[in-house]
């Protein structure tokens, strides 16, 4: 006998993590699979069905959702993000006065690190075993500075922002330099992406994650209600019906709660 609509619906599109196993991890859609459905690719419906909706962005960090496309294909995103995106990076350091306590190559591995903010589409990629660069490839910066003592401190002072002057470059990771010390540094910033370098990947972390649908199987009563737990379950609403519970919002879930270890009551009347 065919199974059910509903449950042919939930094996094509839910991922379900049952309490001895997860089922339904493997994509299904392909034509001739299931009778009465039309899985024969089509590039219009795709176009209907996938959207991406941004959660949140801001200068460092960026959430959204993909819908309409299988785990496979987001893995893939996740794996472009952080290897074929190009970038501007530090390439070449010339050092000609270091008298800092940092030796010469952990400072040029250093400034390789440091994200440059330029837009690389306004550049090319430099030829492989090209010395000098143009301006079209190449952002040169230099960096020419030395620490000296400061007059005016205090002298009860500790601080060193206000002992020494020019004690502190740019980024927050340069601040070795004590009165004396010297960097007059020459770099060039080229283009490149993650898969060559790790130092060209945009991003320091990108992962995903299935986005959590929780569905009570059986009503809540008597002790094992919501209240009745520790605060650290969750906090739920009623729905219409008094015997089922919302949630409010499962996006915040780490990755335990979508196991769903964490609450007695879940684990016993929910799947996710």
């Known amino acids: 006998m065919a199974a059910p609509r509903t449950n042919v619906d939930e094996i094509r599109s839910r991922v379900i993590l049952g309490e001895f196993g997860v089922r339904n991890v493997h994509t299904t859609e392909f034509p001739g699979n299931y ?18 909706d941004v959660v949140h962005l801001d200068e460092s960090s960026m959430e959204f959702d993909m819908v309409g496309i299988d785990a496979a294909i987001a893995n893939a995103f996740r794996r472009i993000l952080l290897a074929e995106v190009p970038t501007m990076a530090i390439e070449k350091v010339f050092i000609y006065n270091n008298t800092s306590i940092v030796q010469d190559e952990v400072l040029a591995h ?6 440059i903010k330029a837009d690389p589409r306004l ?15 190449t952002i040169q910066l230099q960096l020419k ?20 002057l020019n004690h502190m470059v740019y980024s927050k990771d340069i601040r070795w330099l004590r009165p004396g010390q010297e960097l007059d540094i020459i770099m060039h910033c080229v283009k490149g992406i993650g898969k060559d370098h790790a130092k060209f990947s945009p991003v320091a972390t990108a992962s995903y994650r299935l986005l959590p ?52 009551m879940i684990t016993e009347h929910a799947q996710g």
């Not at 250093?110 to 994200?115: D, Y």
């Not at 008597?222 to 919002?249: D, I, T, V």
Request: glycine share 6%.
């Open 35 to 52: 009778p009465g459905y039309d899985d024969t690719w089509d590039m219009q419906k795709f176009q209907k069905n996938f959207r991406i």
């Open 110 to 115: 250093r400034l390789g690190l440091i994200p």
């Open 123 to 137: 550049f090319e990629y430099r030829n492989t075993g090209k010395e000098e660069g143009s301006e079209i490839d």
């Open 145 to 164: 500075i030395k620490c000296s003592k400061n007059p005016r401190a205090s002298k009860d002072s500790s601080d060193p922002r206000e002992l020494y």
């Open 213 to 264: 649908e929780i569905t009570l199987l059986e009503p809540v009563e008597g002790e094992k209600l919501p209240w009745s737990r520790p605060a650290s379950c969750l906090q739920m609403y009623w729905s219409q019906k008094p015997s089922k519970f919302s949630w409010p919002s499962v996006r915040g879930f780490s990755v335990n709660w979508t196991l769903l270890k964490q609450c007695e």
